[in-house]
């Protein structure tokens, strides 16, 4: 047959988590628009939740087809339906979700004979593929969701013995472009000594050198220091692709990116259109980190503090009118109305952050997060719950200047339940994040780095640059039909 004829194809397989989905979704619009077929892999309930973004890709002329497996959370001891990451509610639940997710291979490996896909982009959580894709002579890639920073530092401490880490003395993490010193608390218990989680991580770290290269959502612009790092120092081979999420150019794509808002887009953006430039803060924890009520009554008792205009979204469903929410102080929503508008559930985020009312972002430091604030020219009050939303803390607030931390010190690892903080350390990182010279100064240190990020996507810029060179490596460019 002859070879032009053929359309490349290339397999995306997320790990079912929000933060992973999203920009795999954009990633996978991405190729299709230099004219290679795409589908993505999840599980049915995945599937479902992004199905708008999915179908809305067939409008831009780029239709991304889906194939869907059955994840095994029953014969894991998971309730029926537990698919996706932001389901699990203790650290046994996530070690069960894990391991179901070690249980995928044999449903891939199916579905790579099937279709013969001419590369497999699979995320970090799945270190097994890079064999799978073996199995049938391919390339894998590994997505990892997160930037340079993090995978650098990530790589360093899997590297050291961490089991003689005390919570008092500071871990220097050495021969990195800057001082990098984490606290004994920020390092997971199930770090410090061997244990199933570790082991996972390991294998993920290996996977990295092991596959042929990876996807990095970040410009090189951002944080060149960390790119040249982890790919001399480290001798990983990575090809830095973003910012993924500006290849959605309407105003609806970039709204539906995830599961329903609660509220339409043009609501909150008439809303915010009633607003000055640079008014009012936006925040928002990603779809992971939850919060129990007293911290969310925190939250709340800060941001009336602050006297500042605000856009809270909590994931919580809306109660009826018989149960009151204690999570709220009484009377909070009509004291607020006007300035403040708290969102149950999901709201559109880039849109929200690309608005020029947007002044600042509360955010728990989630990359994809990080990134959508950067390329809004948003400045931010960090507020990290666990894994890389550390070293992101770190890149926003020391290295890049764009932001305040909420807590100053260490704040402890916990992805489920972590210390509280106090409505006074949020009053003041939205007071000092919104008004003042600091506050002027950070944003616009934030417009020059968006700049530089939609730059980096346009013709002849770094992430445009790198794109183009990942489709030549895999050979995928002679094969793919001429672009109009
Ligand atoms: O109401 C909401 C809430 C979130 N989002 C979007 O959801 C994504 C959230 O991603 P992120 O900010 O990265 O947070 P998490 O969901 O917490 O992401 C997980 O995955 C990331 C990528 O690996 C990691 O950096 C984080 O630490 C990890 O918690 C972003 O695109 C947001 O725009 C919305 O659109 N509306």
Redesign the pocket.
């Known amino acids: 047959m002859d070879q032009k004829t053929i359309q490349p194809h290339i397999f995306f397989f997320p790990h079912m988590?929000?933060?992973?989905m999203?920009?795999t979704i954009d990633i996978a619009k991405l190729f299709a628009s230099k004219g290679i077929k795409t589908t993505i892999i999840s599980t049915p309930h995945n599937l479902s939740l992004f199905s708008k973004a999915i179908e809305r890709s067939k409008l831009s002329g780029f239709e991304i087809g889906v194939l869907a497996l059955k994840f095994p959370a029953v014969e894991v001891g998971l309730p029926e339906g537990c698919e996706s990451d932001h389901m699990v509610e203790t650290q046994e639940e996530l070690q069960k979700f894990l391991k179901a997710t070690t249980l995928l291979a044999q449903q891939l490996e199916q579905l790579l004979k099937d279709h013969q896909p001419n590369c497999l982009v699979a995320d970090i959580f799945f270190p097994w593929a890079t064999d799978v894709a073996a199995k049938f002579g391919i390339p894998r890639l590994v997505f990892?969701?997160?930037n340079f920073i993090s995978l650098c530092v990530s790589h360093h401490l899997m590297k050291m013995d961490l089991s003689i880490v005390s919570d008092s003395e500071p871990l220097v993490i050495p021969n990195l472009p800057h001082e990098h010193k984490l606290a004994g608390n920020q390092i997971p218990d199930f770090m410090k000594q061997e244990s199933e989680l570790r082991s996972f991580g390991k294998a993920a770290a290996e996977s990295e050198w092991r596959s042929h290269g990876v996807l990095v959502n970040s410009f090189y612009e951002l944080e060149p220091a960390y790119a040249d790092h982890y790919r001399n120092f480290l001798g990983i081979k990575a090809w830095h692709i973003g910012p993924t999420?500006l290849c959605n150019k309407e105003i609806e794509d970039k709204a539906k990116?995830?599961p329903k808002?609660s509220l339409d887009e043009h609501e909150f953006l008439k809303w915010l259109s009633s607003k000055e430039p640079n008014s009012v803060i936006y925040v928002?924890f990603?779809?992971?980190?939850k919060f129990d009520d007293a911290q969310l009554l925190e939250i709340a008792l800060g941001l009336e503090a602050s006297g500042q205009q605000f856009i809270w979204?909590v994931k919580k469903e809306k109660s009826d009118q018989e149960n009151k929410e204690d999570w709220l102080p009484e009377g909070f929503e009509d004291r607020v109305e006007g300035r403040g508008l708290v969102i149950r559930g999901?709201?559109?985020?880039?849109p929200i952050l690309e608005h020029q009312a947007t002044g600042g972002f509360v955010t728990?430091c989630?990359?994809?997060?990080?990134m959508?604030a950067v390329t809004a020219g948003v400045p931010m009050a960090t507020w990290p719950a666990?894994?890389?939303?550390f070293y992101?803390e770190k890149l926003v607030t020391e290295i890049l200047g764009i932001g305040v931390r909420v807590v100053e010190g260490a704040k402890k690892w916990a992805r489920f339940g972590g210390d509280r903080v106090k409505k006074e350390n949020i009053e003041k990182a939205v007071t000092e994040v919104m008004v003042g010279k600091d506050a002027e100064e950070m944003r616009s240190r934030a417009k020059a780095l968006g700049e530089m990020a939609r730059k980096s996507v346009e013709e002849g810029g770094s992430s445009y640059k790198d794109l183009n060179a990942l489709i030549q490596e895999l050979g995928l460019h002679r094969i793919a039909p001429p672009q109009s």
Request: glycine share 14%.
């Open positions: 988590s929000h933060g992973h999203i920009p990892h969701g997160t999420f990116r995830g808002a928002s990603g779809s992971v980190v979204v999901w709201a559109p985020q880039v728990h989630g990359w994809n997060s990080t959508e666990f894994a890389d939303q992101n």
